[in-house]
């Protein structure tokens, strides 16, 4: 069943267009992501769905009936009510024929059994306790603990008044109360803001559960792959629809766009290679008629457009002057907290050069504490912290309290290093996508986005051998976050990070840090194997060597391995066949440079008064020519094969 489908929807600002072309359909339990860089215009778009603002052009078409529940970015709740009677507000209806079947319950009471009233009442009790049943009446006190508990609120908070709560807390009661409401299409723009690892992946199952349709919009990559199975891709001003969870998408919009460039790049050198014959043969007698069929073959030639996606992205690197020694970082029985309240310890664990350690925990457990005290910004309560030697280190706040307000973009980063000219520091700003007027902006202005990007650009400028980030990923949109991984594993130093990012950690950590109140725990691998080994560590029965908060933990997650893993085997066939494409190209690359090899040796003049030579040279290009079809054939095939495979 169609629940909601928008036809040709434009949306401008001013005279500029932010985007148009627009269609998207929204099927009953469809499972659907929007995704697109930050400014493309999604929370824009959602915003129309939900009917909050109108398209300039376009319709959008809504079920009959049609119940929507919308979440907006960090959206929170605002009441006098306590927790439990704020979400108990969803239920009112239900508790409305409660009351009434206790009216007609206590009605039943005075009239006698054997008069026609009776049986009225009765009917009518019958028919209210049976529409109570049909709405879950019986289960709602159940269904407000069960989202209360995975939301990660205890008993003991249930009667805090929503004021009281964090603005973090604030936005999941708010989304623990549409999950309750269970409309017919839920909207969720960025859900996964302030949620931590076990609250994610119980989420993740609930909404894979839930019986109606779902339209996200997040920069959870690993989110977004455990529930989508479609996306539509808001880019270049329209928006493009692909089948299969997010990692399905960006292999299928990585094909499409190198197809359709090799397809764009053969059609010009076709014209190239018909023009450049037509303007040659064209006045000689001999040959005029051929040109004049080039000529009209070029006229009712349907030219392609050249493949265009969004092409504004940062670009950096993270450099270093010098090597560290071997061993970079020694902690042992380290307790880290305020004062006398001690946050978590004693902890202990080691890192060595090249090493990219990624820890991860619950939040309020002390992880940003602990980077803070290792780099001496917060004493330690205990224990003993040993940096190595040689050590160049580079410091991401997520807090971005390094950063001062007052100063303008351009000057927060001269400042530190008034050496340079003004023309090299703007050079690397407009790296990072600060350009024109945007560099005299002050940093108090700026987006958590631009203040993010603004942190990495005076990271890069600075020689670094050891790189700590607290939660790099916060603001960043989906591209950028491509771009940070890139630059991480292209850096020859070693880093220590926390992230929340399960996708960020599987593309680059080498090491996890699982931390509990009480110690920590050290995985080798990637967040992936993080999860195989508290698996097998439950399957074996472990009990006695895992910590509360790692059982919790364990219960949690466990089942996030089954839908994210992928099949080593299918990953190697897939290899293969990506490597077919690869040389199939290079064979074509090859073949046509060698139609212009012979095409320039037919065109010298004194091959051309040379029949013998000219004949030969003409039966090489045809044979070139051919087999060039031939091999086109076999790409075109490969590739498709490789679409199909990557859409399975």
Known sequence: MLLLQTNDVLRRFGTDVLFHNINLRVVDHARVALVGRNGAGKTTLLKMITGITQPDEGTIVKAKGLSIGYLAQDQGLDSQNSIWAELDTVFTPVHEMEDQIHRLESLLATVDSATDRY??????????????????????????????TGFGFDEKSYQRPVNSLSGGQKTKLALAKILLQA????????????????VLAWLEDYLKGYSGALLI???????????????????????????????????????????????YEQQQKEIAKLEDFVNKNLVRASTTKRAQARRRQLEK?????????????????????????????????????????????????????????????????????????????MPALAGTIKLGANLDIGYYDQEQQQLHPE?????????????INETEIRNLLGSFLFVGDDVYKKVSDLSGGQKARLELTKLSFKPINFLILDEPTNHLDIDSREVLEGAINDFDGTVLFISHDRYFINQVATDVLAMQKNGITHYQGDYDDYLRAITVNQQKGADNSTTPDQKQTTKTISTAQQSYRQNKENQRARRKLQRRVNELEEQMDQ????????????????????????????????????????VEEQWTSAAEELEEFDNE
Do not use: C
């Open 407 to 419: 100063k303008t973009v351009l000057d927060e980063v001269w400042d530190d290093h008034p050496e």
């Open 301 to 377: 030639m349907e030219r392609m457009d050249r493949p265009q996606t969004d092409d504004k992205s940062i670009h950096f690197s993270f450099t270093s002057n010098k090597e560290s020694g071997n061993e970079v970082l020694d902690v042992e029985d380290l307790k880290i907290g305020y004062q006398d309240t001690i946050l978590a310890g004693p902890l202990t664990f080691k890192e060595r050069k090249g090493q990219r350690i990624g820890i991860i925990g619950p939040n309020g457990i002390g992880k940003s504490t602990l980077l803070k005290t290792l780099l001496k910004k």
């Open 183 to 198: 409309p017919n299409l839920l909207i969720l723009d960025e859900p996964t803001n302030h949620l931590d690892m076990g």
């Open 217 to 263: 919009v997040s920069h959870d990559r690993y989110f977004l792959d455990r529930v989508v199975n479609e996306v539509y891709d808001l880019d270049n001003q329209t928006l493009l629809h692909y089948t299969g969870n997010y990692s399905a998408f960006v292999k299928n919009k990585t094909a499409r766009l190198a197809t359709e460039m090799k397809h």
């Open 119 to 148: 049986q009225e009442i009765l009917n009518d009790y019958d028919h209210v306790q049976s529409q109570f049943q049909e709405a879950g009446g019986y289960e709602v006190d159940s269904r407000i603990r069960g989202v209360l």
């Open 591 to 630: 073949l046509t440079e060698q139609q212009g090899r012979i095409e320039t040796q037919m065109a010298d003049p004194e091959v051309a008064t040379d029949v013998t030579k000219l004949t030969d040279l003409q039966r090489e290009l045809d044979a070139t020519t051919n087999q060039l079809e031939e």
